[in-house]
T-cell receptor, first 110, second 114 residues
Framework: AQRVTQPEKLLSVFKGAPVELKCNYS??????LFWYVQYSRQRLQLLLR??SRESIKGFTADLNKGETSFHLKKPFAQEEDSAMYYC????????????FGKGTRLHILP | DTEVTQTPKHLVMGMTNKKSLKCEQH?????MYWYKQKAKKPPELMFV???????INESVPSRFSPECPNSSLLNLHLHALQPEDSALYLC?????????????FGSGTRLTVV
């Protein structure tokens, strides 16, 4: 069964410190993995996707198939990074659906 | 235009009312979605339209009725809702059903059923 697990509901990090938001997944095929972010009073938006291997706003995420993980990392946290972060998974077939994790609220402390 | 536009932004309706939510995109996306999001919870999928055809209905009660009149528009018709249906209703679109490029979400309609 498809499943996305984000073990931390809340993560508090000091400004300037490294950030790692954990995401583990369960999927029988080759998954497509994403991170979405929801800033306060703003719409849910795509932050990055594993297929593009990009860095957005200083965040990166590497797909580790051995550990079935897709952790989101940033070397130096900024106050504007405070938001709700959702890890999401999908397959590539017509009937596949994006499954969202329960989310981690990132709180950057001054 | 790189946005998904949802109207209205807020809606209060009684349990006997009929109302509709509207979603529009002009990015040429061929898959459109309705999600329901309760406070501090992840979005829950309701319906998927792929090339204007309903492809997924996540066992949603019949008091929610989706409609896709054309490739740019998605409606959600509401009738005889319950107070527990109060939530943020999100529309999203993607290039196609493969979802390789992720979703573009609208800002949502905050629905309150009284």
């Amino acid at each position: 069964a498809q499943r996305v697990t984000q073990p931390e509901k809340l993560l508090s990090v000091f400004k300037g410190a490294p950030v790692e938001l954990k995401c583990n997944y369960s999927y029988s095929g080759s998954p497509e993995l994403f991170w979405y972010v929801q800033y306060s009073r703003q719409r849910l938006q795509l932050l990055l996707r594993h297929i593009s291997r990009e860095s957005i706003k200083g965040f990166t995420a590497d797909l580790n198939k051995g550990e079935t993980s897709f952790h989101l990392k940033k070397p130096f946290a900024q106050e504007e990074d405070s938001a709700m972060y959702y890890c999401a998974l999908s397959g590539a077939n017509r009937d596949d659906k994006i499954i969202f994790g329960k989310g981690t609220r990132l709180h950057i402390l001054p | 235009d790189t946005e998904v536009t949802q109207t209205p932004k807020h809606l209060v309706m009684g349990m006997t009312n009929k109302k509709s939510l509207k979603c529009e995109q002009h990015m040429g996306h061929r898959a459109m979605y309705w999600y329901k999001q309760k406070a501090k919870k992840p979005p829950e999928l309701m319906f998927v339209y792929s090339y204007e055809k309903l492809s997924i209905n996540e066992s949603v009660p019949s008091r929610f009725s989706p409609e896709c009149p054309n490739s740019s528009l998605l409606n959600l018709h509401l009738h005889a809702l319950q107070p527990e249906d109060s939530a943020l209703y999100l529309c999203a679109s993607s290039q196609d059903y493969t979802q390789l490029y992720g979703y573009t979400f609208g800002s949502g309609t905050r629905l309150t059923v009284v």
